[in-house]
């Protein structure tokens, strides 16, 4: 007769197993919990290991430190290897022990011949853990409604051992996530620290209007040359935003096709396309609730601008090769570096959508103009370095730091981290000099500037000196001319405007010669 057991307090018992136990703990317990349908003296959980079954754990009065790693090979137990490929629980008998398989314990201990043994596979869906053995001294067989009854009950602890392990799995990639989210918050710290510490007064005053428009959900447009690090700005602005705990996400309109781009853009369904085997959300629906930056927008083709619009004014959309209208609420942030006026002149961006993407202008200064931040922002940069080169620590010695202010970084800030790549590599000691700054040809002065002399010096120069004496020198060699062609402004890859404002900082006469 059967022992009365509650398959339903089971189940939850189960379940509440499920719930953050180790395998061996949701195992053993579960091995104790067997023991109410069929009275064992040794319950063993052999695990499957390639063509081998190996013990993990073993319960009952017969279990002891022998057991645990006690091995068997499959080609030698046909019928437990067979159970395993039925996945069906299999009782043995008297003739099973004497003329089949043998006993899986000969050698470690004394079990009598007919001893009762059951194997029940612990398999759930295309995971197979192993086999439980029950094994009893009473020399009798267990009823076959036994053995069915524990077959059902091992399949469900194999299904709460898929579970534990799809938990252990889930928790793993959420801490995954919880550190990339760390680290992300230090890296959008950073960034908003890049633009409100900085010492030029330009981006100072660019740190305060993004803070300012951070609190809201307008659109901004963020422009600037490549390089001057529109992306970390658009990284402040979500930081800085009540969207801050939400998903930021990025996609570069240039990087992909515009036959795919839609689809990274709004998702497709499936059968949308060939090759569109499943369902797939686009960039919108993943950054629902948070920030899309839409990078180089100025690249998006003209036929996807009228749907971009469409999401802008109404916060809807249809994923490729569906019917079924989206809603998102996503806040949108565009970058470029392109001149999107002349785009709408020429027909290749909508007037439209720019006066929506327009709302908040924000301009990223090049580097060339806020050569103040050189100091922070070459420190900045070695400390990322440092990850990829190994050199930790390094320095930019004074003089090295004159001569990088010399050059006119038409690749600003992402120019400047290649430079500083290259002088780590060729670096020998703690400090990086003019020795291991290997500038573009472009941005070298003449032979006969006295940059070399203003290095050589041994006295350190301050960076306002070291742009005072260069521009000074520029202005004696065209005769104090700034505009035109073979002007100072020319020569020193600036605005004449720009030149004007930084003499008049420095204090230089128009002329460029006279104190």
Not at 124 to 132: N, P, T, W
Not at 362 to 385: G, I, K, M, T, V
Not at 439 to 450: C, M, V
Request: aromatic share 4%; charged share 25%; hydrophobic share 40%.
């Amino acid at each position: 007769m059967l022992p009365p057991v509650d398959l339903t307090s089971d189940l939850k018992d189960l379940a509440h197993l499920a719930g953050g136990d180790s395998l061996d703990e949701l195992v053993r317990r579960g091995l104790d919990w067997l023991a109410r349908l069929a009275p064992y003296d040794l319950a063993t959980f052999f695990e499957l290991r390639g063509g081998r079954l190996v013990a993990r754990l073993a319960r009952g009065p017969l279990a002891d430190e022998r057991i645990p790693g006690h091995s068997l090979d499959l080609s030698a137990f046909p019928t437990v290897r067979e159970a395993l490929e039925v996945r069906r629980a299999r009782a043995f008998t008297e003739h099973d022990h004497s003329h089949g398989d043998g006993d899986p314990f000969d050698g470690i201990l004394d079990l009598p011949d007919g001893h009762s043994c059951m194997v029940v596979p612990l398999c759930a869906g295309d995971r197979c853990f192993g086999v439980i053995t029950l094994d009893r001294s009473q020399c009798e067989t267990y009823p076959q409604q036994v053995v069915d009854l524990v077959e059902v009950y091992a399949q469900l602890l194999a299904m709460a051992l898929v579970n534990a392990e799809q938990r252990a799995l889930l928790e793993r990639l959420r801490e995954q996530d919880r550190e990339h989210v760390r680290l992300l918050r230090g890296e959008l710290s950073a960034s908003g620290g890049v633009f409100e510490e900085s010492r030029a007064p330009a981006m100072r005053e660019l740190a305060h209007r993004t803070r300012q428009v951070a609190r809201t959900d307008t659109p901004v447009l963020i422009r600037g040359e490549t390089g001057t690090g529109k992306e970390r700005l658009a990284r402040a602005i979500h930081d800085w935003s009540n969207r801050a705990e939400r998903p930021f996400v990025k996609i570069n309109c240039a990087a992909i096709p515009g036959g795919l781009l839609e689809s990274e853009l709004f998702g497709h369904v499936k059968g949308a396309f060939t090759g569109a085997t499943a369902d797939r959300a686009g960039r919108f629906v993943t950054a629902n609730g948070g920030t899309l930056l839409l990078d180089e927008i100025g690249e998006l083709p003209l036929e996807l601008q009228a749907k971009l619009l469409r999401v802008l004014q109404e916060g809807t959309f249809e994923p490729v090769g569906s019917d079924r209208t989206v809603k998102v609420d996503v806040r949108i942030l565009a970058a470029t570096h392109v001149d999107l006026e002349a785009a709408i002149a020429d027909k290749r961006f909508r007037e439209d959508l720019y006066y929506r993407l327009a709302v908040f202008p924000l301009h990223l200064p090049p580097l060339r103009e806020r050569l103040e931040d050189l100091p922070a922002l070459c420190e900045s940069l070695l400390a990322d370095l440092a990850h990829r080169t190994g050199r930790a620590g390094l320095r930019v010695s004074p003089e090295g730091l004159a001569l990088l202010a010399t050059h006119d970084w038409p690749g600003n800030v992402r120019e400047l981290a290649n430079v500083l790549e290259r002088a780590t590599i060729l670096s020998a000691g703690r400090e990086i000099g003019p020795h291991c700054i290997d500038l573009p040809r472009r941005g070298r002065p003449a032979a006969s500037e006295p940059r070399n002399t203003v290095a050589a010096t041994p006295k350190a120069l301050t960076l306002d000196e070291v742009q005072r004496a260069h521009i000074r020198a520029v202005l004696e060699q065209v005769g104090g001319r700034i505009y035109g062609k073979g002007g100072a402004a020319e020569l020193l890859g600036m605005k004449p405007s720009t030149l004007q404002s930084r003499m008049q900082k420095l204090g230089i006469e128009r002329a460029g010669v006279a104190d």
